[in-house]
Each structure stands twice: as structure tokens, then as C-alpha cells.
């Protein structure tokens, strides 16, 4: 079977090199995630437990906090520094901190006691709407934003300037406020789209005027992020926007969560990202990731979430059913894994789940009692199940299923 010639690509006429991309992810569920307002803040062990979920996975960098915001959250930022630094965990810490060098000082203070530098994302609005509600002036805005990143390159932390709501700035804003950063040692920017306003142009648009007319002209090695939101749907494929753009990495939290309705979903831009061949990580832990974000936060998942929702890789359809039956019967789990499904299961240890409902065929029935054991040959038990699905109104669980096994069997046994 040649697998190339079974799936004809249209992403890939005249598109981007997605092989050929290198670019970092910034996991921010464990502050801007927890800045939704149903979170639950878990407690510090089961943010070192998503830690080293975020490492096996490939994640190059995390926010594991914004200490300023008081001693409860300066611990727990203490805690996670300390973590990777004695566990060397491939994991690079920033923390959240307003231009304010009071929000700085504890991120160096922590930075010195477990010795490992942790990125300052020293953040400051920068939309004209935001200025006119906060009575800022862009003078006082560039006063606090020289100070606060001079103090933190003094302290010897390295510093990423973030804007937010960078989507809808004034270009000549973006570049007073960038430039006064990179002049006073940033060498990191962050890109905001703090309400989700963006759309893939927008985004596109913005960071090619960054790069041009801002890091370019400044002479300095300068990488250049993109932070997203989802209030208009937008957040996964505006990631993708500013990755063909050419921007150094990605922020993203586990499931979306996040202010309002939240961030970009790290883990759908991670199977994005592997299926374009620019994740090249294992992922197969990814939706042990997701369960344990699920469970501590409280995010319960839906079942129609893509790749980790109970549905995603479930059916319960006669059409579908059996297309996966017949790719089975010819003994390959590729082939099975993707006839009708653009993401393989496989990929992330999970796998195709035939169910009888009342959509079903002959197929579903005999290919679930084979699976469970029994004689798929019995034309007595599939009749029995096959009957009682279509009389259903849903999928028929498999306590149901064995129940009617049972019954219908001893059905059979009695004489007539």
C-alpha cells in the first residue's frame, strides 16, 4: 500500500513549508490559564505534575506565575522555579509582571534563591481604547516601561515586553513602546491579541510590520511572540498566522482556558503542529496532559472536543463503522487510523471505538461482539442487538449491549 498516493493533500499545493519551521511553545496555563474566572488555582503539586507533562511534550517554555501578585502566588512561583532547576527540566520559566518594578522585584528575588534565570514578561496596555479608559499618556507609558525593564536587565534577568492588546495599537504607539524596551535591553516582545480581535490577515499584517519596521531597524537579535485569545473562534489558526509570519514562538494554555472564554488551545496546537510536521516531539501523552488540566482547574471537557473528547474518535454510524471495519480486514492500523479521520489515534495512544446505536449497521454489531468476545457469527445475538439499537433514541452502552447478550441468549436456550 502506498500511504502517500491513498490521501491527496490540498494544504499543501503552493503552501507554506511546514517542515521546515522552528518555532517554541509557551505554556501560560498556569497563569493566564488560571486567570479564568471558573479556574481552580490546584495546588502546587499538581502544577509540578502538569511541569513535566509540559516537558515530555515538547513545550520549550512556560509562565509559571505572576508573583507580584502576592505571597500565595510568589510561593507557588518559587516552588515551580525550583522544580526545574533541581529536576533540569527542559523548560524555560518567565513570569507575568506589570511594567512595575514592584512586580519585577520578586521575580528576581526568586530567580537569585533557586538560581536559574526566569524571563520578566513585563506587560503594559497599549491600544488607544485602553489608554483613554486608564487616562495614560504614551510619555507616562514609556516612563514606566524604561524603568521597569532597566531594573529587571540590571538584576540580570532576561526580559520579554509584551503589549497588550497589540491587535488593535496605533502602529507609531507599537513602535515608541517596543523601541524604548529594546533600547533599554529587552530582547523579547510579545505580540498581544488581548480581546481576541485579530483575524489570520491581521495577525499576518502585524507581525510583518514588527519585523520590518521595528526589530529589523533596532539592529538587535530580538524574537518576536505571539499571544492569542479566543473570543471570536479565531485563536488556533491565528497561531498559525503568526507562525507563517515568522514569529520565534507561540503562547498557548491546556485546553483554551483563560480570561472570559480564553486562550489558544495548547494542546490542538500541538496535533496541528505535529501533523504539519513542525512538532517533532512524542505526543502521545498529550491527552493524560489535558485530563489532569481538566480535572485540577476544573475545565471539564466536552465530548465533541477535538482528539481528547470522549467522541473523538467514537462511532456509532453504519457508514462510518464499516469503512474502519473494512481498512481493519486488510490488516493495517494506518489505514484503519485515518479512513475516517483526518487525525490519527494512534498518534496520541488512543484508538477507533466502533459503538451500536441507532444509526448502525450489521457491521457495528458484529464487529462490537467480536471485540467483546462473543460469536459475531450468531445471527440470533446480532438480530437481538441490531433490533434493539434501532428502537433506541442513542448509542447503546456496552453494559446495555452485554445485558442484551444475556437475555437473548437465554432466550435461545428456552424451548419454544
Known amino acids: 500500500m502506498d500511504q502517500a498516493s491513498l490521501i491527496y493533500d490540498w494544504n499543501a499545493i503552493d503552501g507554506f513549508d511546514w517542515s521546515s519551521v522552528r518555532v517554541d511553545l509557551n505554556d501560560e496555563t498556569l497563569r493566564d490559564g488560571l486567570q479564568s474566572p471558573s479556574a481552580i488555582d490546584p495546588p502546587v503539586e499538581t502544577k509540578i505534575q502538569l511541569l513535566h507533562l509540559m516537558a515530555d511534550l515538547g513545550i520549550a517554555a512556560a509562565d509559571i506565575g505572576l508573583p507580584g501578585a502576592g505571597p500565595r502566588a510568589a510561593e507557588s512561583v518559587r516552588c515551580l522555579a525550583r522544580e526545574i532547576a533541581q529536576n533540569r527540566l527542559p523548560i524555560q520559566p518567565n513570569c507575568a509582571a506589570r511594567t512595575v518594578i514592584a512586580d519585577v522585584e520578586p521575580i528576581v528575588r526568586i530567580s537569585q534563591e533557586v538560581g536559574i534565570a526566569i524571563e520578566a514578561a513585563t506587560f503594559i496596555g497599549s491600544s488607544p481604547i485602553r489608554q483613554y479608559a486608564e487616562d495614560w499618556t504614551l510619555d507616562q507609558m514609556l516612563k514606566v516601561t524604561e524603568e521597569a525593564v532597566s531594573f529587571a536587565v540590571r538584576e540580570g534577568l532576561p526580559v520579554m515586553f509584551v503589549t497588550e492588546d497589540t491587535t488593535r495599537a496605533r502602529p507609531e504607539t507599537l513602535k515608541a513602546l517596543y523601541g524604548t524596551a529594546i533600547r533599554c535591553g529587552a530582547r523579547r516582545i510579545c505580540l498581544a491579541d488581548t480581546v481576541g480581535h485579530a483575524t489570520p490577515a491581521g495577525v499576518k499584517n502585524l507581525v510583518r510590520f514588527v519585523k520590518e519596521e521595528i526589530v529589523a531597524p533596532s539592529g538587535e537579535d530580538v524574537k518576536i511572540d505571539w499571544h492569542g485569545h479566543r473570543d471570536r473562534g479565531l485563536a488556533i489558526i491565528n497561531c498559525l498566522a503568526a507562525i507563517e509570519a515568522g514569529v520565534d514562538r507561540v503562547h498557548a494554555t491546556a485546553l483554551g ?25 512524542d505526543v502521545s501523552r498529550l491527552r493524560e496532559y489535558c485530563q489532569l488540566a481538566a480535572e485540577a482547574i476544573g475545565a471539564p471537557l466536552p465530548p465533541n472536543y477535538p482528539v481528547i473528547g470522549a467522541d473523538a474518535f467514537r462511532t456509532g454510524t453504519g457508514v462510518h463503522a464499516a469503512a474502519i471495519i473494512k481498512a481493519k480486514k486488510k490488516g493495517d492500523s494506518w489505514l484503519a487510523d485515518r479512513v475516517y479521520s483526518s487525525v490519527p489515534a494512534g498518534a496520541f495512544g488512543l484508538k477507533q471505538k466502533i459503538e451500536i446505536s441507532p444509526v448502525s449497521g450489521l457491521s457495528n454489531v458484529k464487529y462490537w461482539l467480536a471485540e467483546h468476545g462473543y460469536d459475531a457469527s450468531d445471527s440470533w445475538l446480532c438480530e437481538a442487538l441490531f433490533t434493539a439499537a434501532k428502537q433506541a433514541d442513542r448509542v447503546l452502552t456496552d453494559e446495555e449491549c452485554h445485558r442484551l447478550v444475556a437475555e437473548a441468549e437465554r432466550s435461545k436456550r428456552q424451548p419454544t
Not at 482556558?257 to 510536521?277: F, T
Open 257 to 281: 482556558v483563560g480570561e472570559r472564554v480564553g486562550n489558544a488551545e495548547m494542546d490542538l496546537l500541538i496535533v496541528n503542529l505535529y501533523l504539519l510536521g513542525a512538532h517533532r516531539h
